[in-house]
């Protein structure tokens, strides 16, 4: 037997248009039912469709290497109701595939017996945060409508449990709205905790069902580290859901949750510090734009603490606590958040015993299509550790449900994948820092603009905008883009279109800008702001060009 390396082995499998040609109620040239073709009837065949497909003879390799028939309940049981398993199953049921999937019971804050229908980023994660960012925004546009003419008789407060309430009445519509695009789909929901038995049954609170394939969805949950006192410390989950709004508040960690929690607690007017490893904020960013962000959210009143690494919290009589760092302490705080990381939830899955790769942390190991080591189980999103961003688990689903049901293998595209900071002000990125361009392509051009947004020059805040763009020398190809200032995120969705399209700086240059804008900034920049050159010729130095060792 020949084996593919670099395709998936597939079991063919028949679509209901396939079924219905053959059973004749489709004109044989045509994909389309007649015209009269009663929609009843168009309802009952898919569903037996399905029936057909999940009960039909598929192939299950035997030790020896024979093929022995096998029957399934189910052609797809998917372990986990997150972004990434919600859209393989519900695009696994469109192509005509018999689907399950099962999810633990809805609650704020996850844990080994809680979750929800969503997942992370519907219920705990980005939608939620969003609206936590919308409501800290305020405080900072009364203050920018002052010099625009309003006043206010009082000052405005604000009422944290009416925010609190109003977000868990979202995420329960939500949740609702997910369940009722499976179900409307055709896929079969189960609330409890699955675990794997074999390579082909899941065992779902006590009940088994066998699958020809099992899809391991299941997200990952915030890291706590271990040191002393750690139990008096909360996370991103406990954070969305808090009774009442931290006065003072210690965030440990310099990545993208920890700035946003910052801008946010700031924003609802709490006292702010934020203690850091490394002597910059977000890790693998471009390195202006790391600068640039610190630099902002220190003019808000944010205290970043650097070069601290936690070593233990201490609670005091009054209820208060401290964080003791390599550094010494910092007292007087009312809540301690961790926002170190976060880590693969695939503990007691039953992977181990099926022969599922991990690694330490718990990151399921995958090939190009989403494959484990077991060639029956397969996993998307941030379990596999690859790329973790929602929108990346969509398309993970989404190709690994053509991969298996529409005959159309396909490996998920992570080249040019923008991104956004939800801090404040907000980060946008597409494509290579400044340091990966240089390395990957050696002479790249750079152009910057820092600046005065309109709003600020009446405003008289602090307020700035930092873009970037960094081009490739030898082509002009647009190789990244980078932007710190409101609605960046905004700016970027259609920006990332040209970067994923391969435009060069010409065609940025050719663009007519939209004015006034600050997206328009992006399309006037019209001289570099340096010039790198990877190697450059030897005996001329030229003071308007660095070497890439110099950067």
Not at 275 to 297: C, H, N, P, T, W
Not at 476 to 498: I, N, T
Request: proline residues 5%.
């Amino acid at each position: 037997m020949v084996t593919c390396l670099s395709t998936p082995k597939l079991t063919a499998t028949q679509t209901l248009h396939s079924l219905c040609r053959n059973q004749r109620l489709f004109h044989h040239n045509s994909l389309h039912p007649p015209r009269k073709f009663p929609l009843t009837h168009l309802k009952t065949l898919t569903s037996f469709s399905r029936r057909r497909f999940s009960s039909a003879f598929v192939r299950a390799e035997s030790d020896n290497g024979a093929v022995e028939p096998r029957n399934y309940d189910f052609d797809l049981f998917t372990i986990g109701a997150g972004s990434g398993g919600v859209r393989a199953s519900r695009f696994a049921a469109n192509f005509g595939a018999s689907v399950a999937i099962c999810e633990l019971p809805f609650a704020t804050v996850s844990s080994d017996s809680a979750g929800g229908f969503g997942g992370t980023c519907v219920l705990r994660g980005c939608v939620p945060k969003k609206l936590f960012v919308y409501a800290s925004k305020y405080s900072h546009e009364f203050e920018e409508s002052r010099n625009f003419g309003w006043r206010y008789e009082t000052e405005p407060k604000h009422d944290w449990s009416t925010l609190i309430a109003n977000k868990n009445a979202e995420l329960h519509r939500l949740t609702g709205i997910y369940k009722n695009i499976l179900k409307n789909s055709g896929v079969t929901l189960m609330e409890g905790r699955g675990k794997i038995v074999d390579p082909h049954t899941v065992d779902v609170d006590g009940k088994l069902y066998s699958a020809r394939h099992i899809l391991i969805s299941v997200g990952a949950r915030p890291y706590i580290p271990d040191i002393p006192g750690n139990e008096y410390a909360i996370t991103s989950d406990h954070a969305l859901d808090l009774p009442e709004k931290p006065e003072k508040i210690a965030i440990i960690g310099g990545g993208y949750i920890a700035l946003e929690f910052a801008g946010i607690f700031n924003g609802l007017s709490s006292d702010v510090h934020v203690f850091i490893r490394q002597k910059k904020v977000l890790r693998g960013f471009d390195e202006e734009i790391r600068d640039f962000i610190a630099e902002q959210i220190s003019v808000r009143g944010i205290e970043l603490h650097t070069e601290e690494t936690p070593q233990a919290i201490v609670k005091s009589s009054d209820g208060s606590l401290a964080l003791k760092t390599n550094k010494g302490a910092a007292d007087g705080f009312s809540h301690v958040m961790f926002a170190t990381g976060r880590r693969p939830n695939t503990k007691n899955l039953g992977l181990e015993e099926v022969g599922v790769k991990m690694s330490k942390d718990g990151t399921i190991e995958v090939d190009e299509f989403s494959r484990t080591s077991v060639p029956s189980i397969w996993a998307v999103g941030d379990v596999t550790n690859r790329l973790n961003l929602t929108p990346v688990a969509l398309m993970e689903g989404g190709a690994l449900a053509k991969t298996l049901f529409a005959n159309q293998p396909t490996k998920p595209d992570y080249r040019a994948v923008p991104s956004a900071v939800f801090s404040q002000p907000q980060i946008g990125q597409v494509g290579l820092t400044e340091k990966q361009a240089i390395e990957k392509y050696g002479d790249v051009d750079i152009y910057t603009a820092n600046y005065k947004p309109l709003k600020a020059t009446i405003s008289g805040l602090p307020d700035r905008v930092f873009m970037k763009l960094i081009v490739a020398a030898k082509t002009d190809k647009v190789l990244g883009l980078h932007v710190c200032g409101d609605d960046a995120a905004e700016m970027l969705q259609g920006f990332a279109v040209a970067v994923k399209a391969g435009l060069t700086k010409a065609d940025f240059d050719a663009t007519v800008g939209i004015h006034p804008t600050s997206a328009e900034e992006l399309v006037t920049l019209r001289t570099a702001t340096r010039k790198i050159l990877a190697c450059p010729p030897e005996g001329k130095n030229d003071p308007g060009v660095k070497a890439a060792t110099g950067v």
